[in-house]
T-cell receptor, first 115, second 112 residues
Framework: DADVTQTPRNRITKTGKRIMLECSQTKGHDRMYWYRQDPGLGLRLIYYSFDVKDINKGEISDGYSVSRQAQAKFSLSLESAIPNQTALYFC??????????????FGEGSRLTVL | SQKIEQNSEALNIQEGKTATLTCNYTNYSPAYLQWYRQDPGRGPVFLLLIRENEKEKRKERLKVTFDTTLKQSLFHITASQPADSATYLCALDTRGGFKTIFGAGTRLFVKA
């Protein structure tokens, strides 16, 4: 089984719908992240969490919210999806030891299409 | 403004040659820089990390250099193989920010 699991892997939805992307990890890491990837733009940070009670906005948090339900679970919600949120979404984790974020471990991605 | 720039054009090389990818950054003072590999439809996979006080790091056929004066990192794959074909992402950690910021990546094609 993958260390970082994302569900769903693919989702097609309509404008205005609420969508939740879920991430769970078995690595025992405290730090979890949600990134969005668009062609030519690279990975952009949406939200990150350093423990269950810690939530921080990244570069592009507008239109998104997150919930850290447990150390191992971090979900991303789009309250009212819009077409420009069509993208590939990645969850990642990292160890809390050492400086900065250190090595990131990514899930396989969730491809979201908003029609 | 802050930028991380990687060559957007794909790099095509012949098997056995050395591939060199470039990462330039502006208006950052990173504590360290990382390189990741990403295959189509997959999540990025960590390759190497180099700290600001290190000039060079090696791992098997991979070598990374980090020049904080030029604000540049070079990523080398020696004796390249078709299996090395992928997109390579440069990422840096903002000092004290605890966030990893990524470049858009460079696509590498290694022909047999």
């Amino acid at each position: 089984d993958a260390d970082v699991t994302q569900t769903p892997r693919n989702r097609i939805t309509k404008t205005g719908k609420r969508i939740m992307l879920e991430c769970s990890q078995t690595k025992g890491h405290d730090r979890m992240y949600w990134y969005r990837q668009d062609p030519g733009l690279g990975l952009r940070l949406i939200y990150y969490s350093f423990d269950v009670k810690d939530i921080n906005k990244g570069e592009i948090s507008d239109g998104y919210s997150v919930s850290r339900q447990a150390q191992a679970k971090f979900s991303l919600s789009l309250e009212s999806a819009i077409p420009n949120q069509t993208a590939l979404y990645f969850c990642a984790t990292s160890d809390s030891t050492g400086i900065g974020t250190g090595e990131l471990f990514f899930g396989e991605g969730s491809r979201l299409t908003v029609l | 403004s802050q930028k991380i720039e990687q060559n957007s054009e794909a790099l095509n090389i012949q098997e056995g040659k050395t591939a060199t990818l470039t990462c330039n950054y502006t208006n950052y003072s990173p504590a360290y820089l990382q390189w990741y590999r990403q295959d189509p439809g997959r999540g990025p996979v960590f390759l190497l990390l180099i700290r600001e006080n290190e000039k060079e790091k090696r791992k098997e056929r991979l070598k990374v250099t980090f020049d904080t004066t030029l604000k540049q990192s070079l990523f080398h794959i020696t004796a390249s193989q078709p299996a090395d074909s992928a997109t390579y992402l440069c990422a840096l950690d903002t000092r004290g920010g605890f966030k990893t910021i990524f470049g858009a990546g460079t696509r590498l094609f290694v022909k047999a």
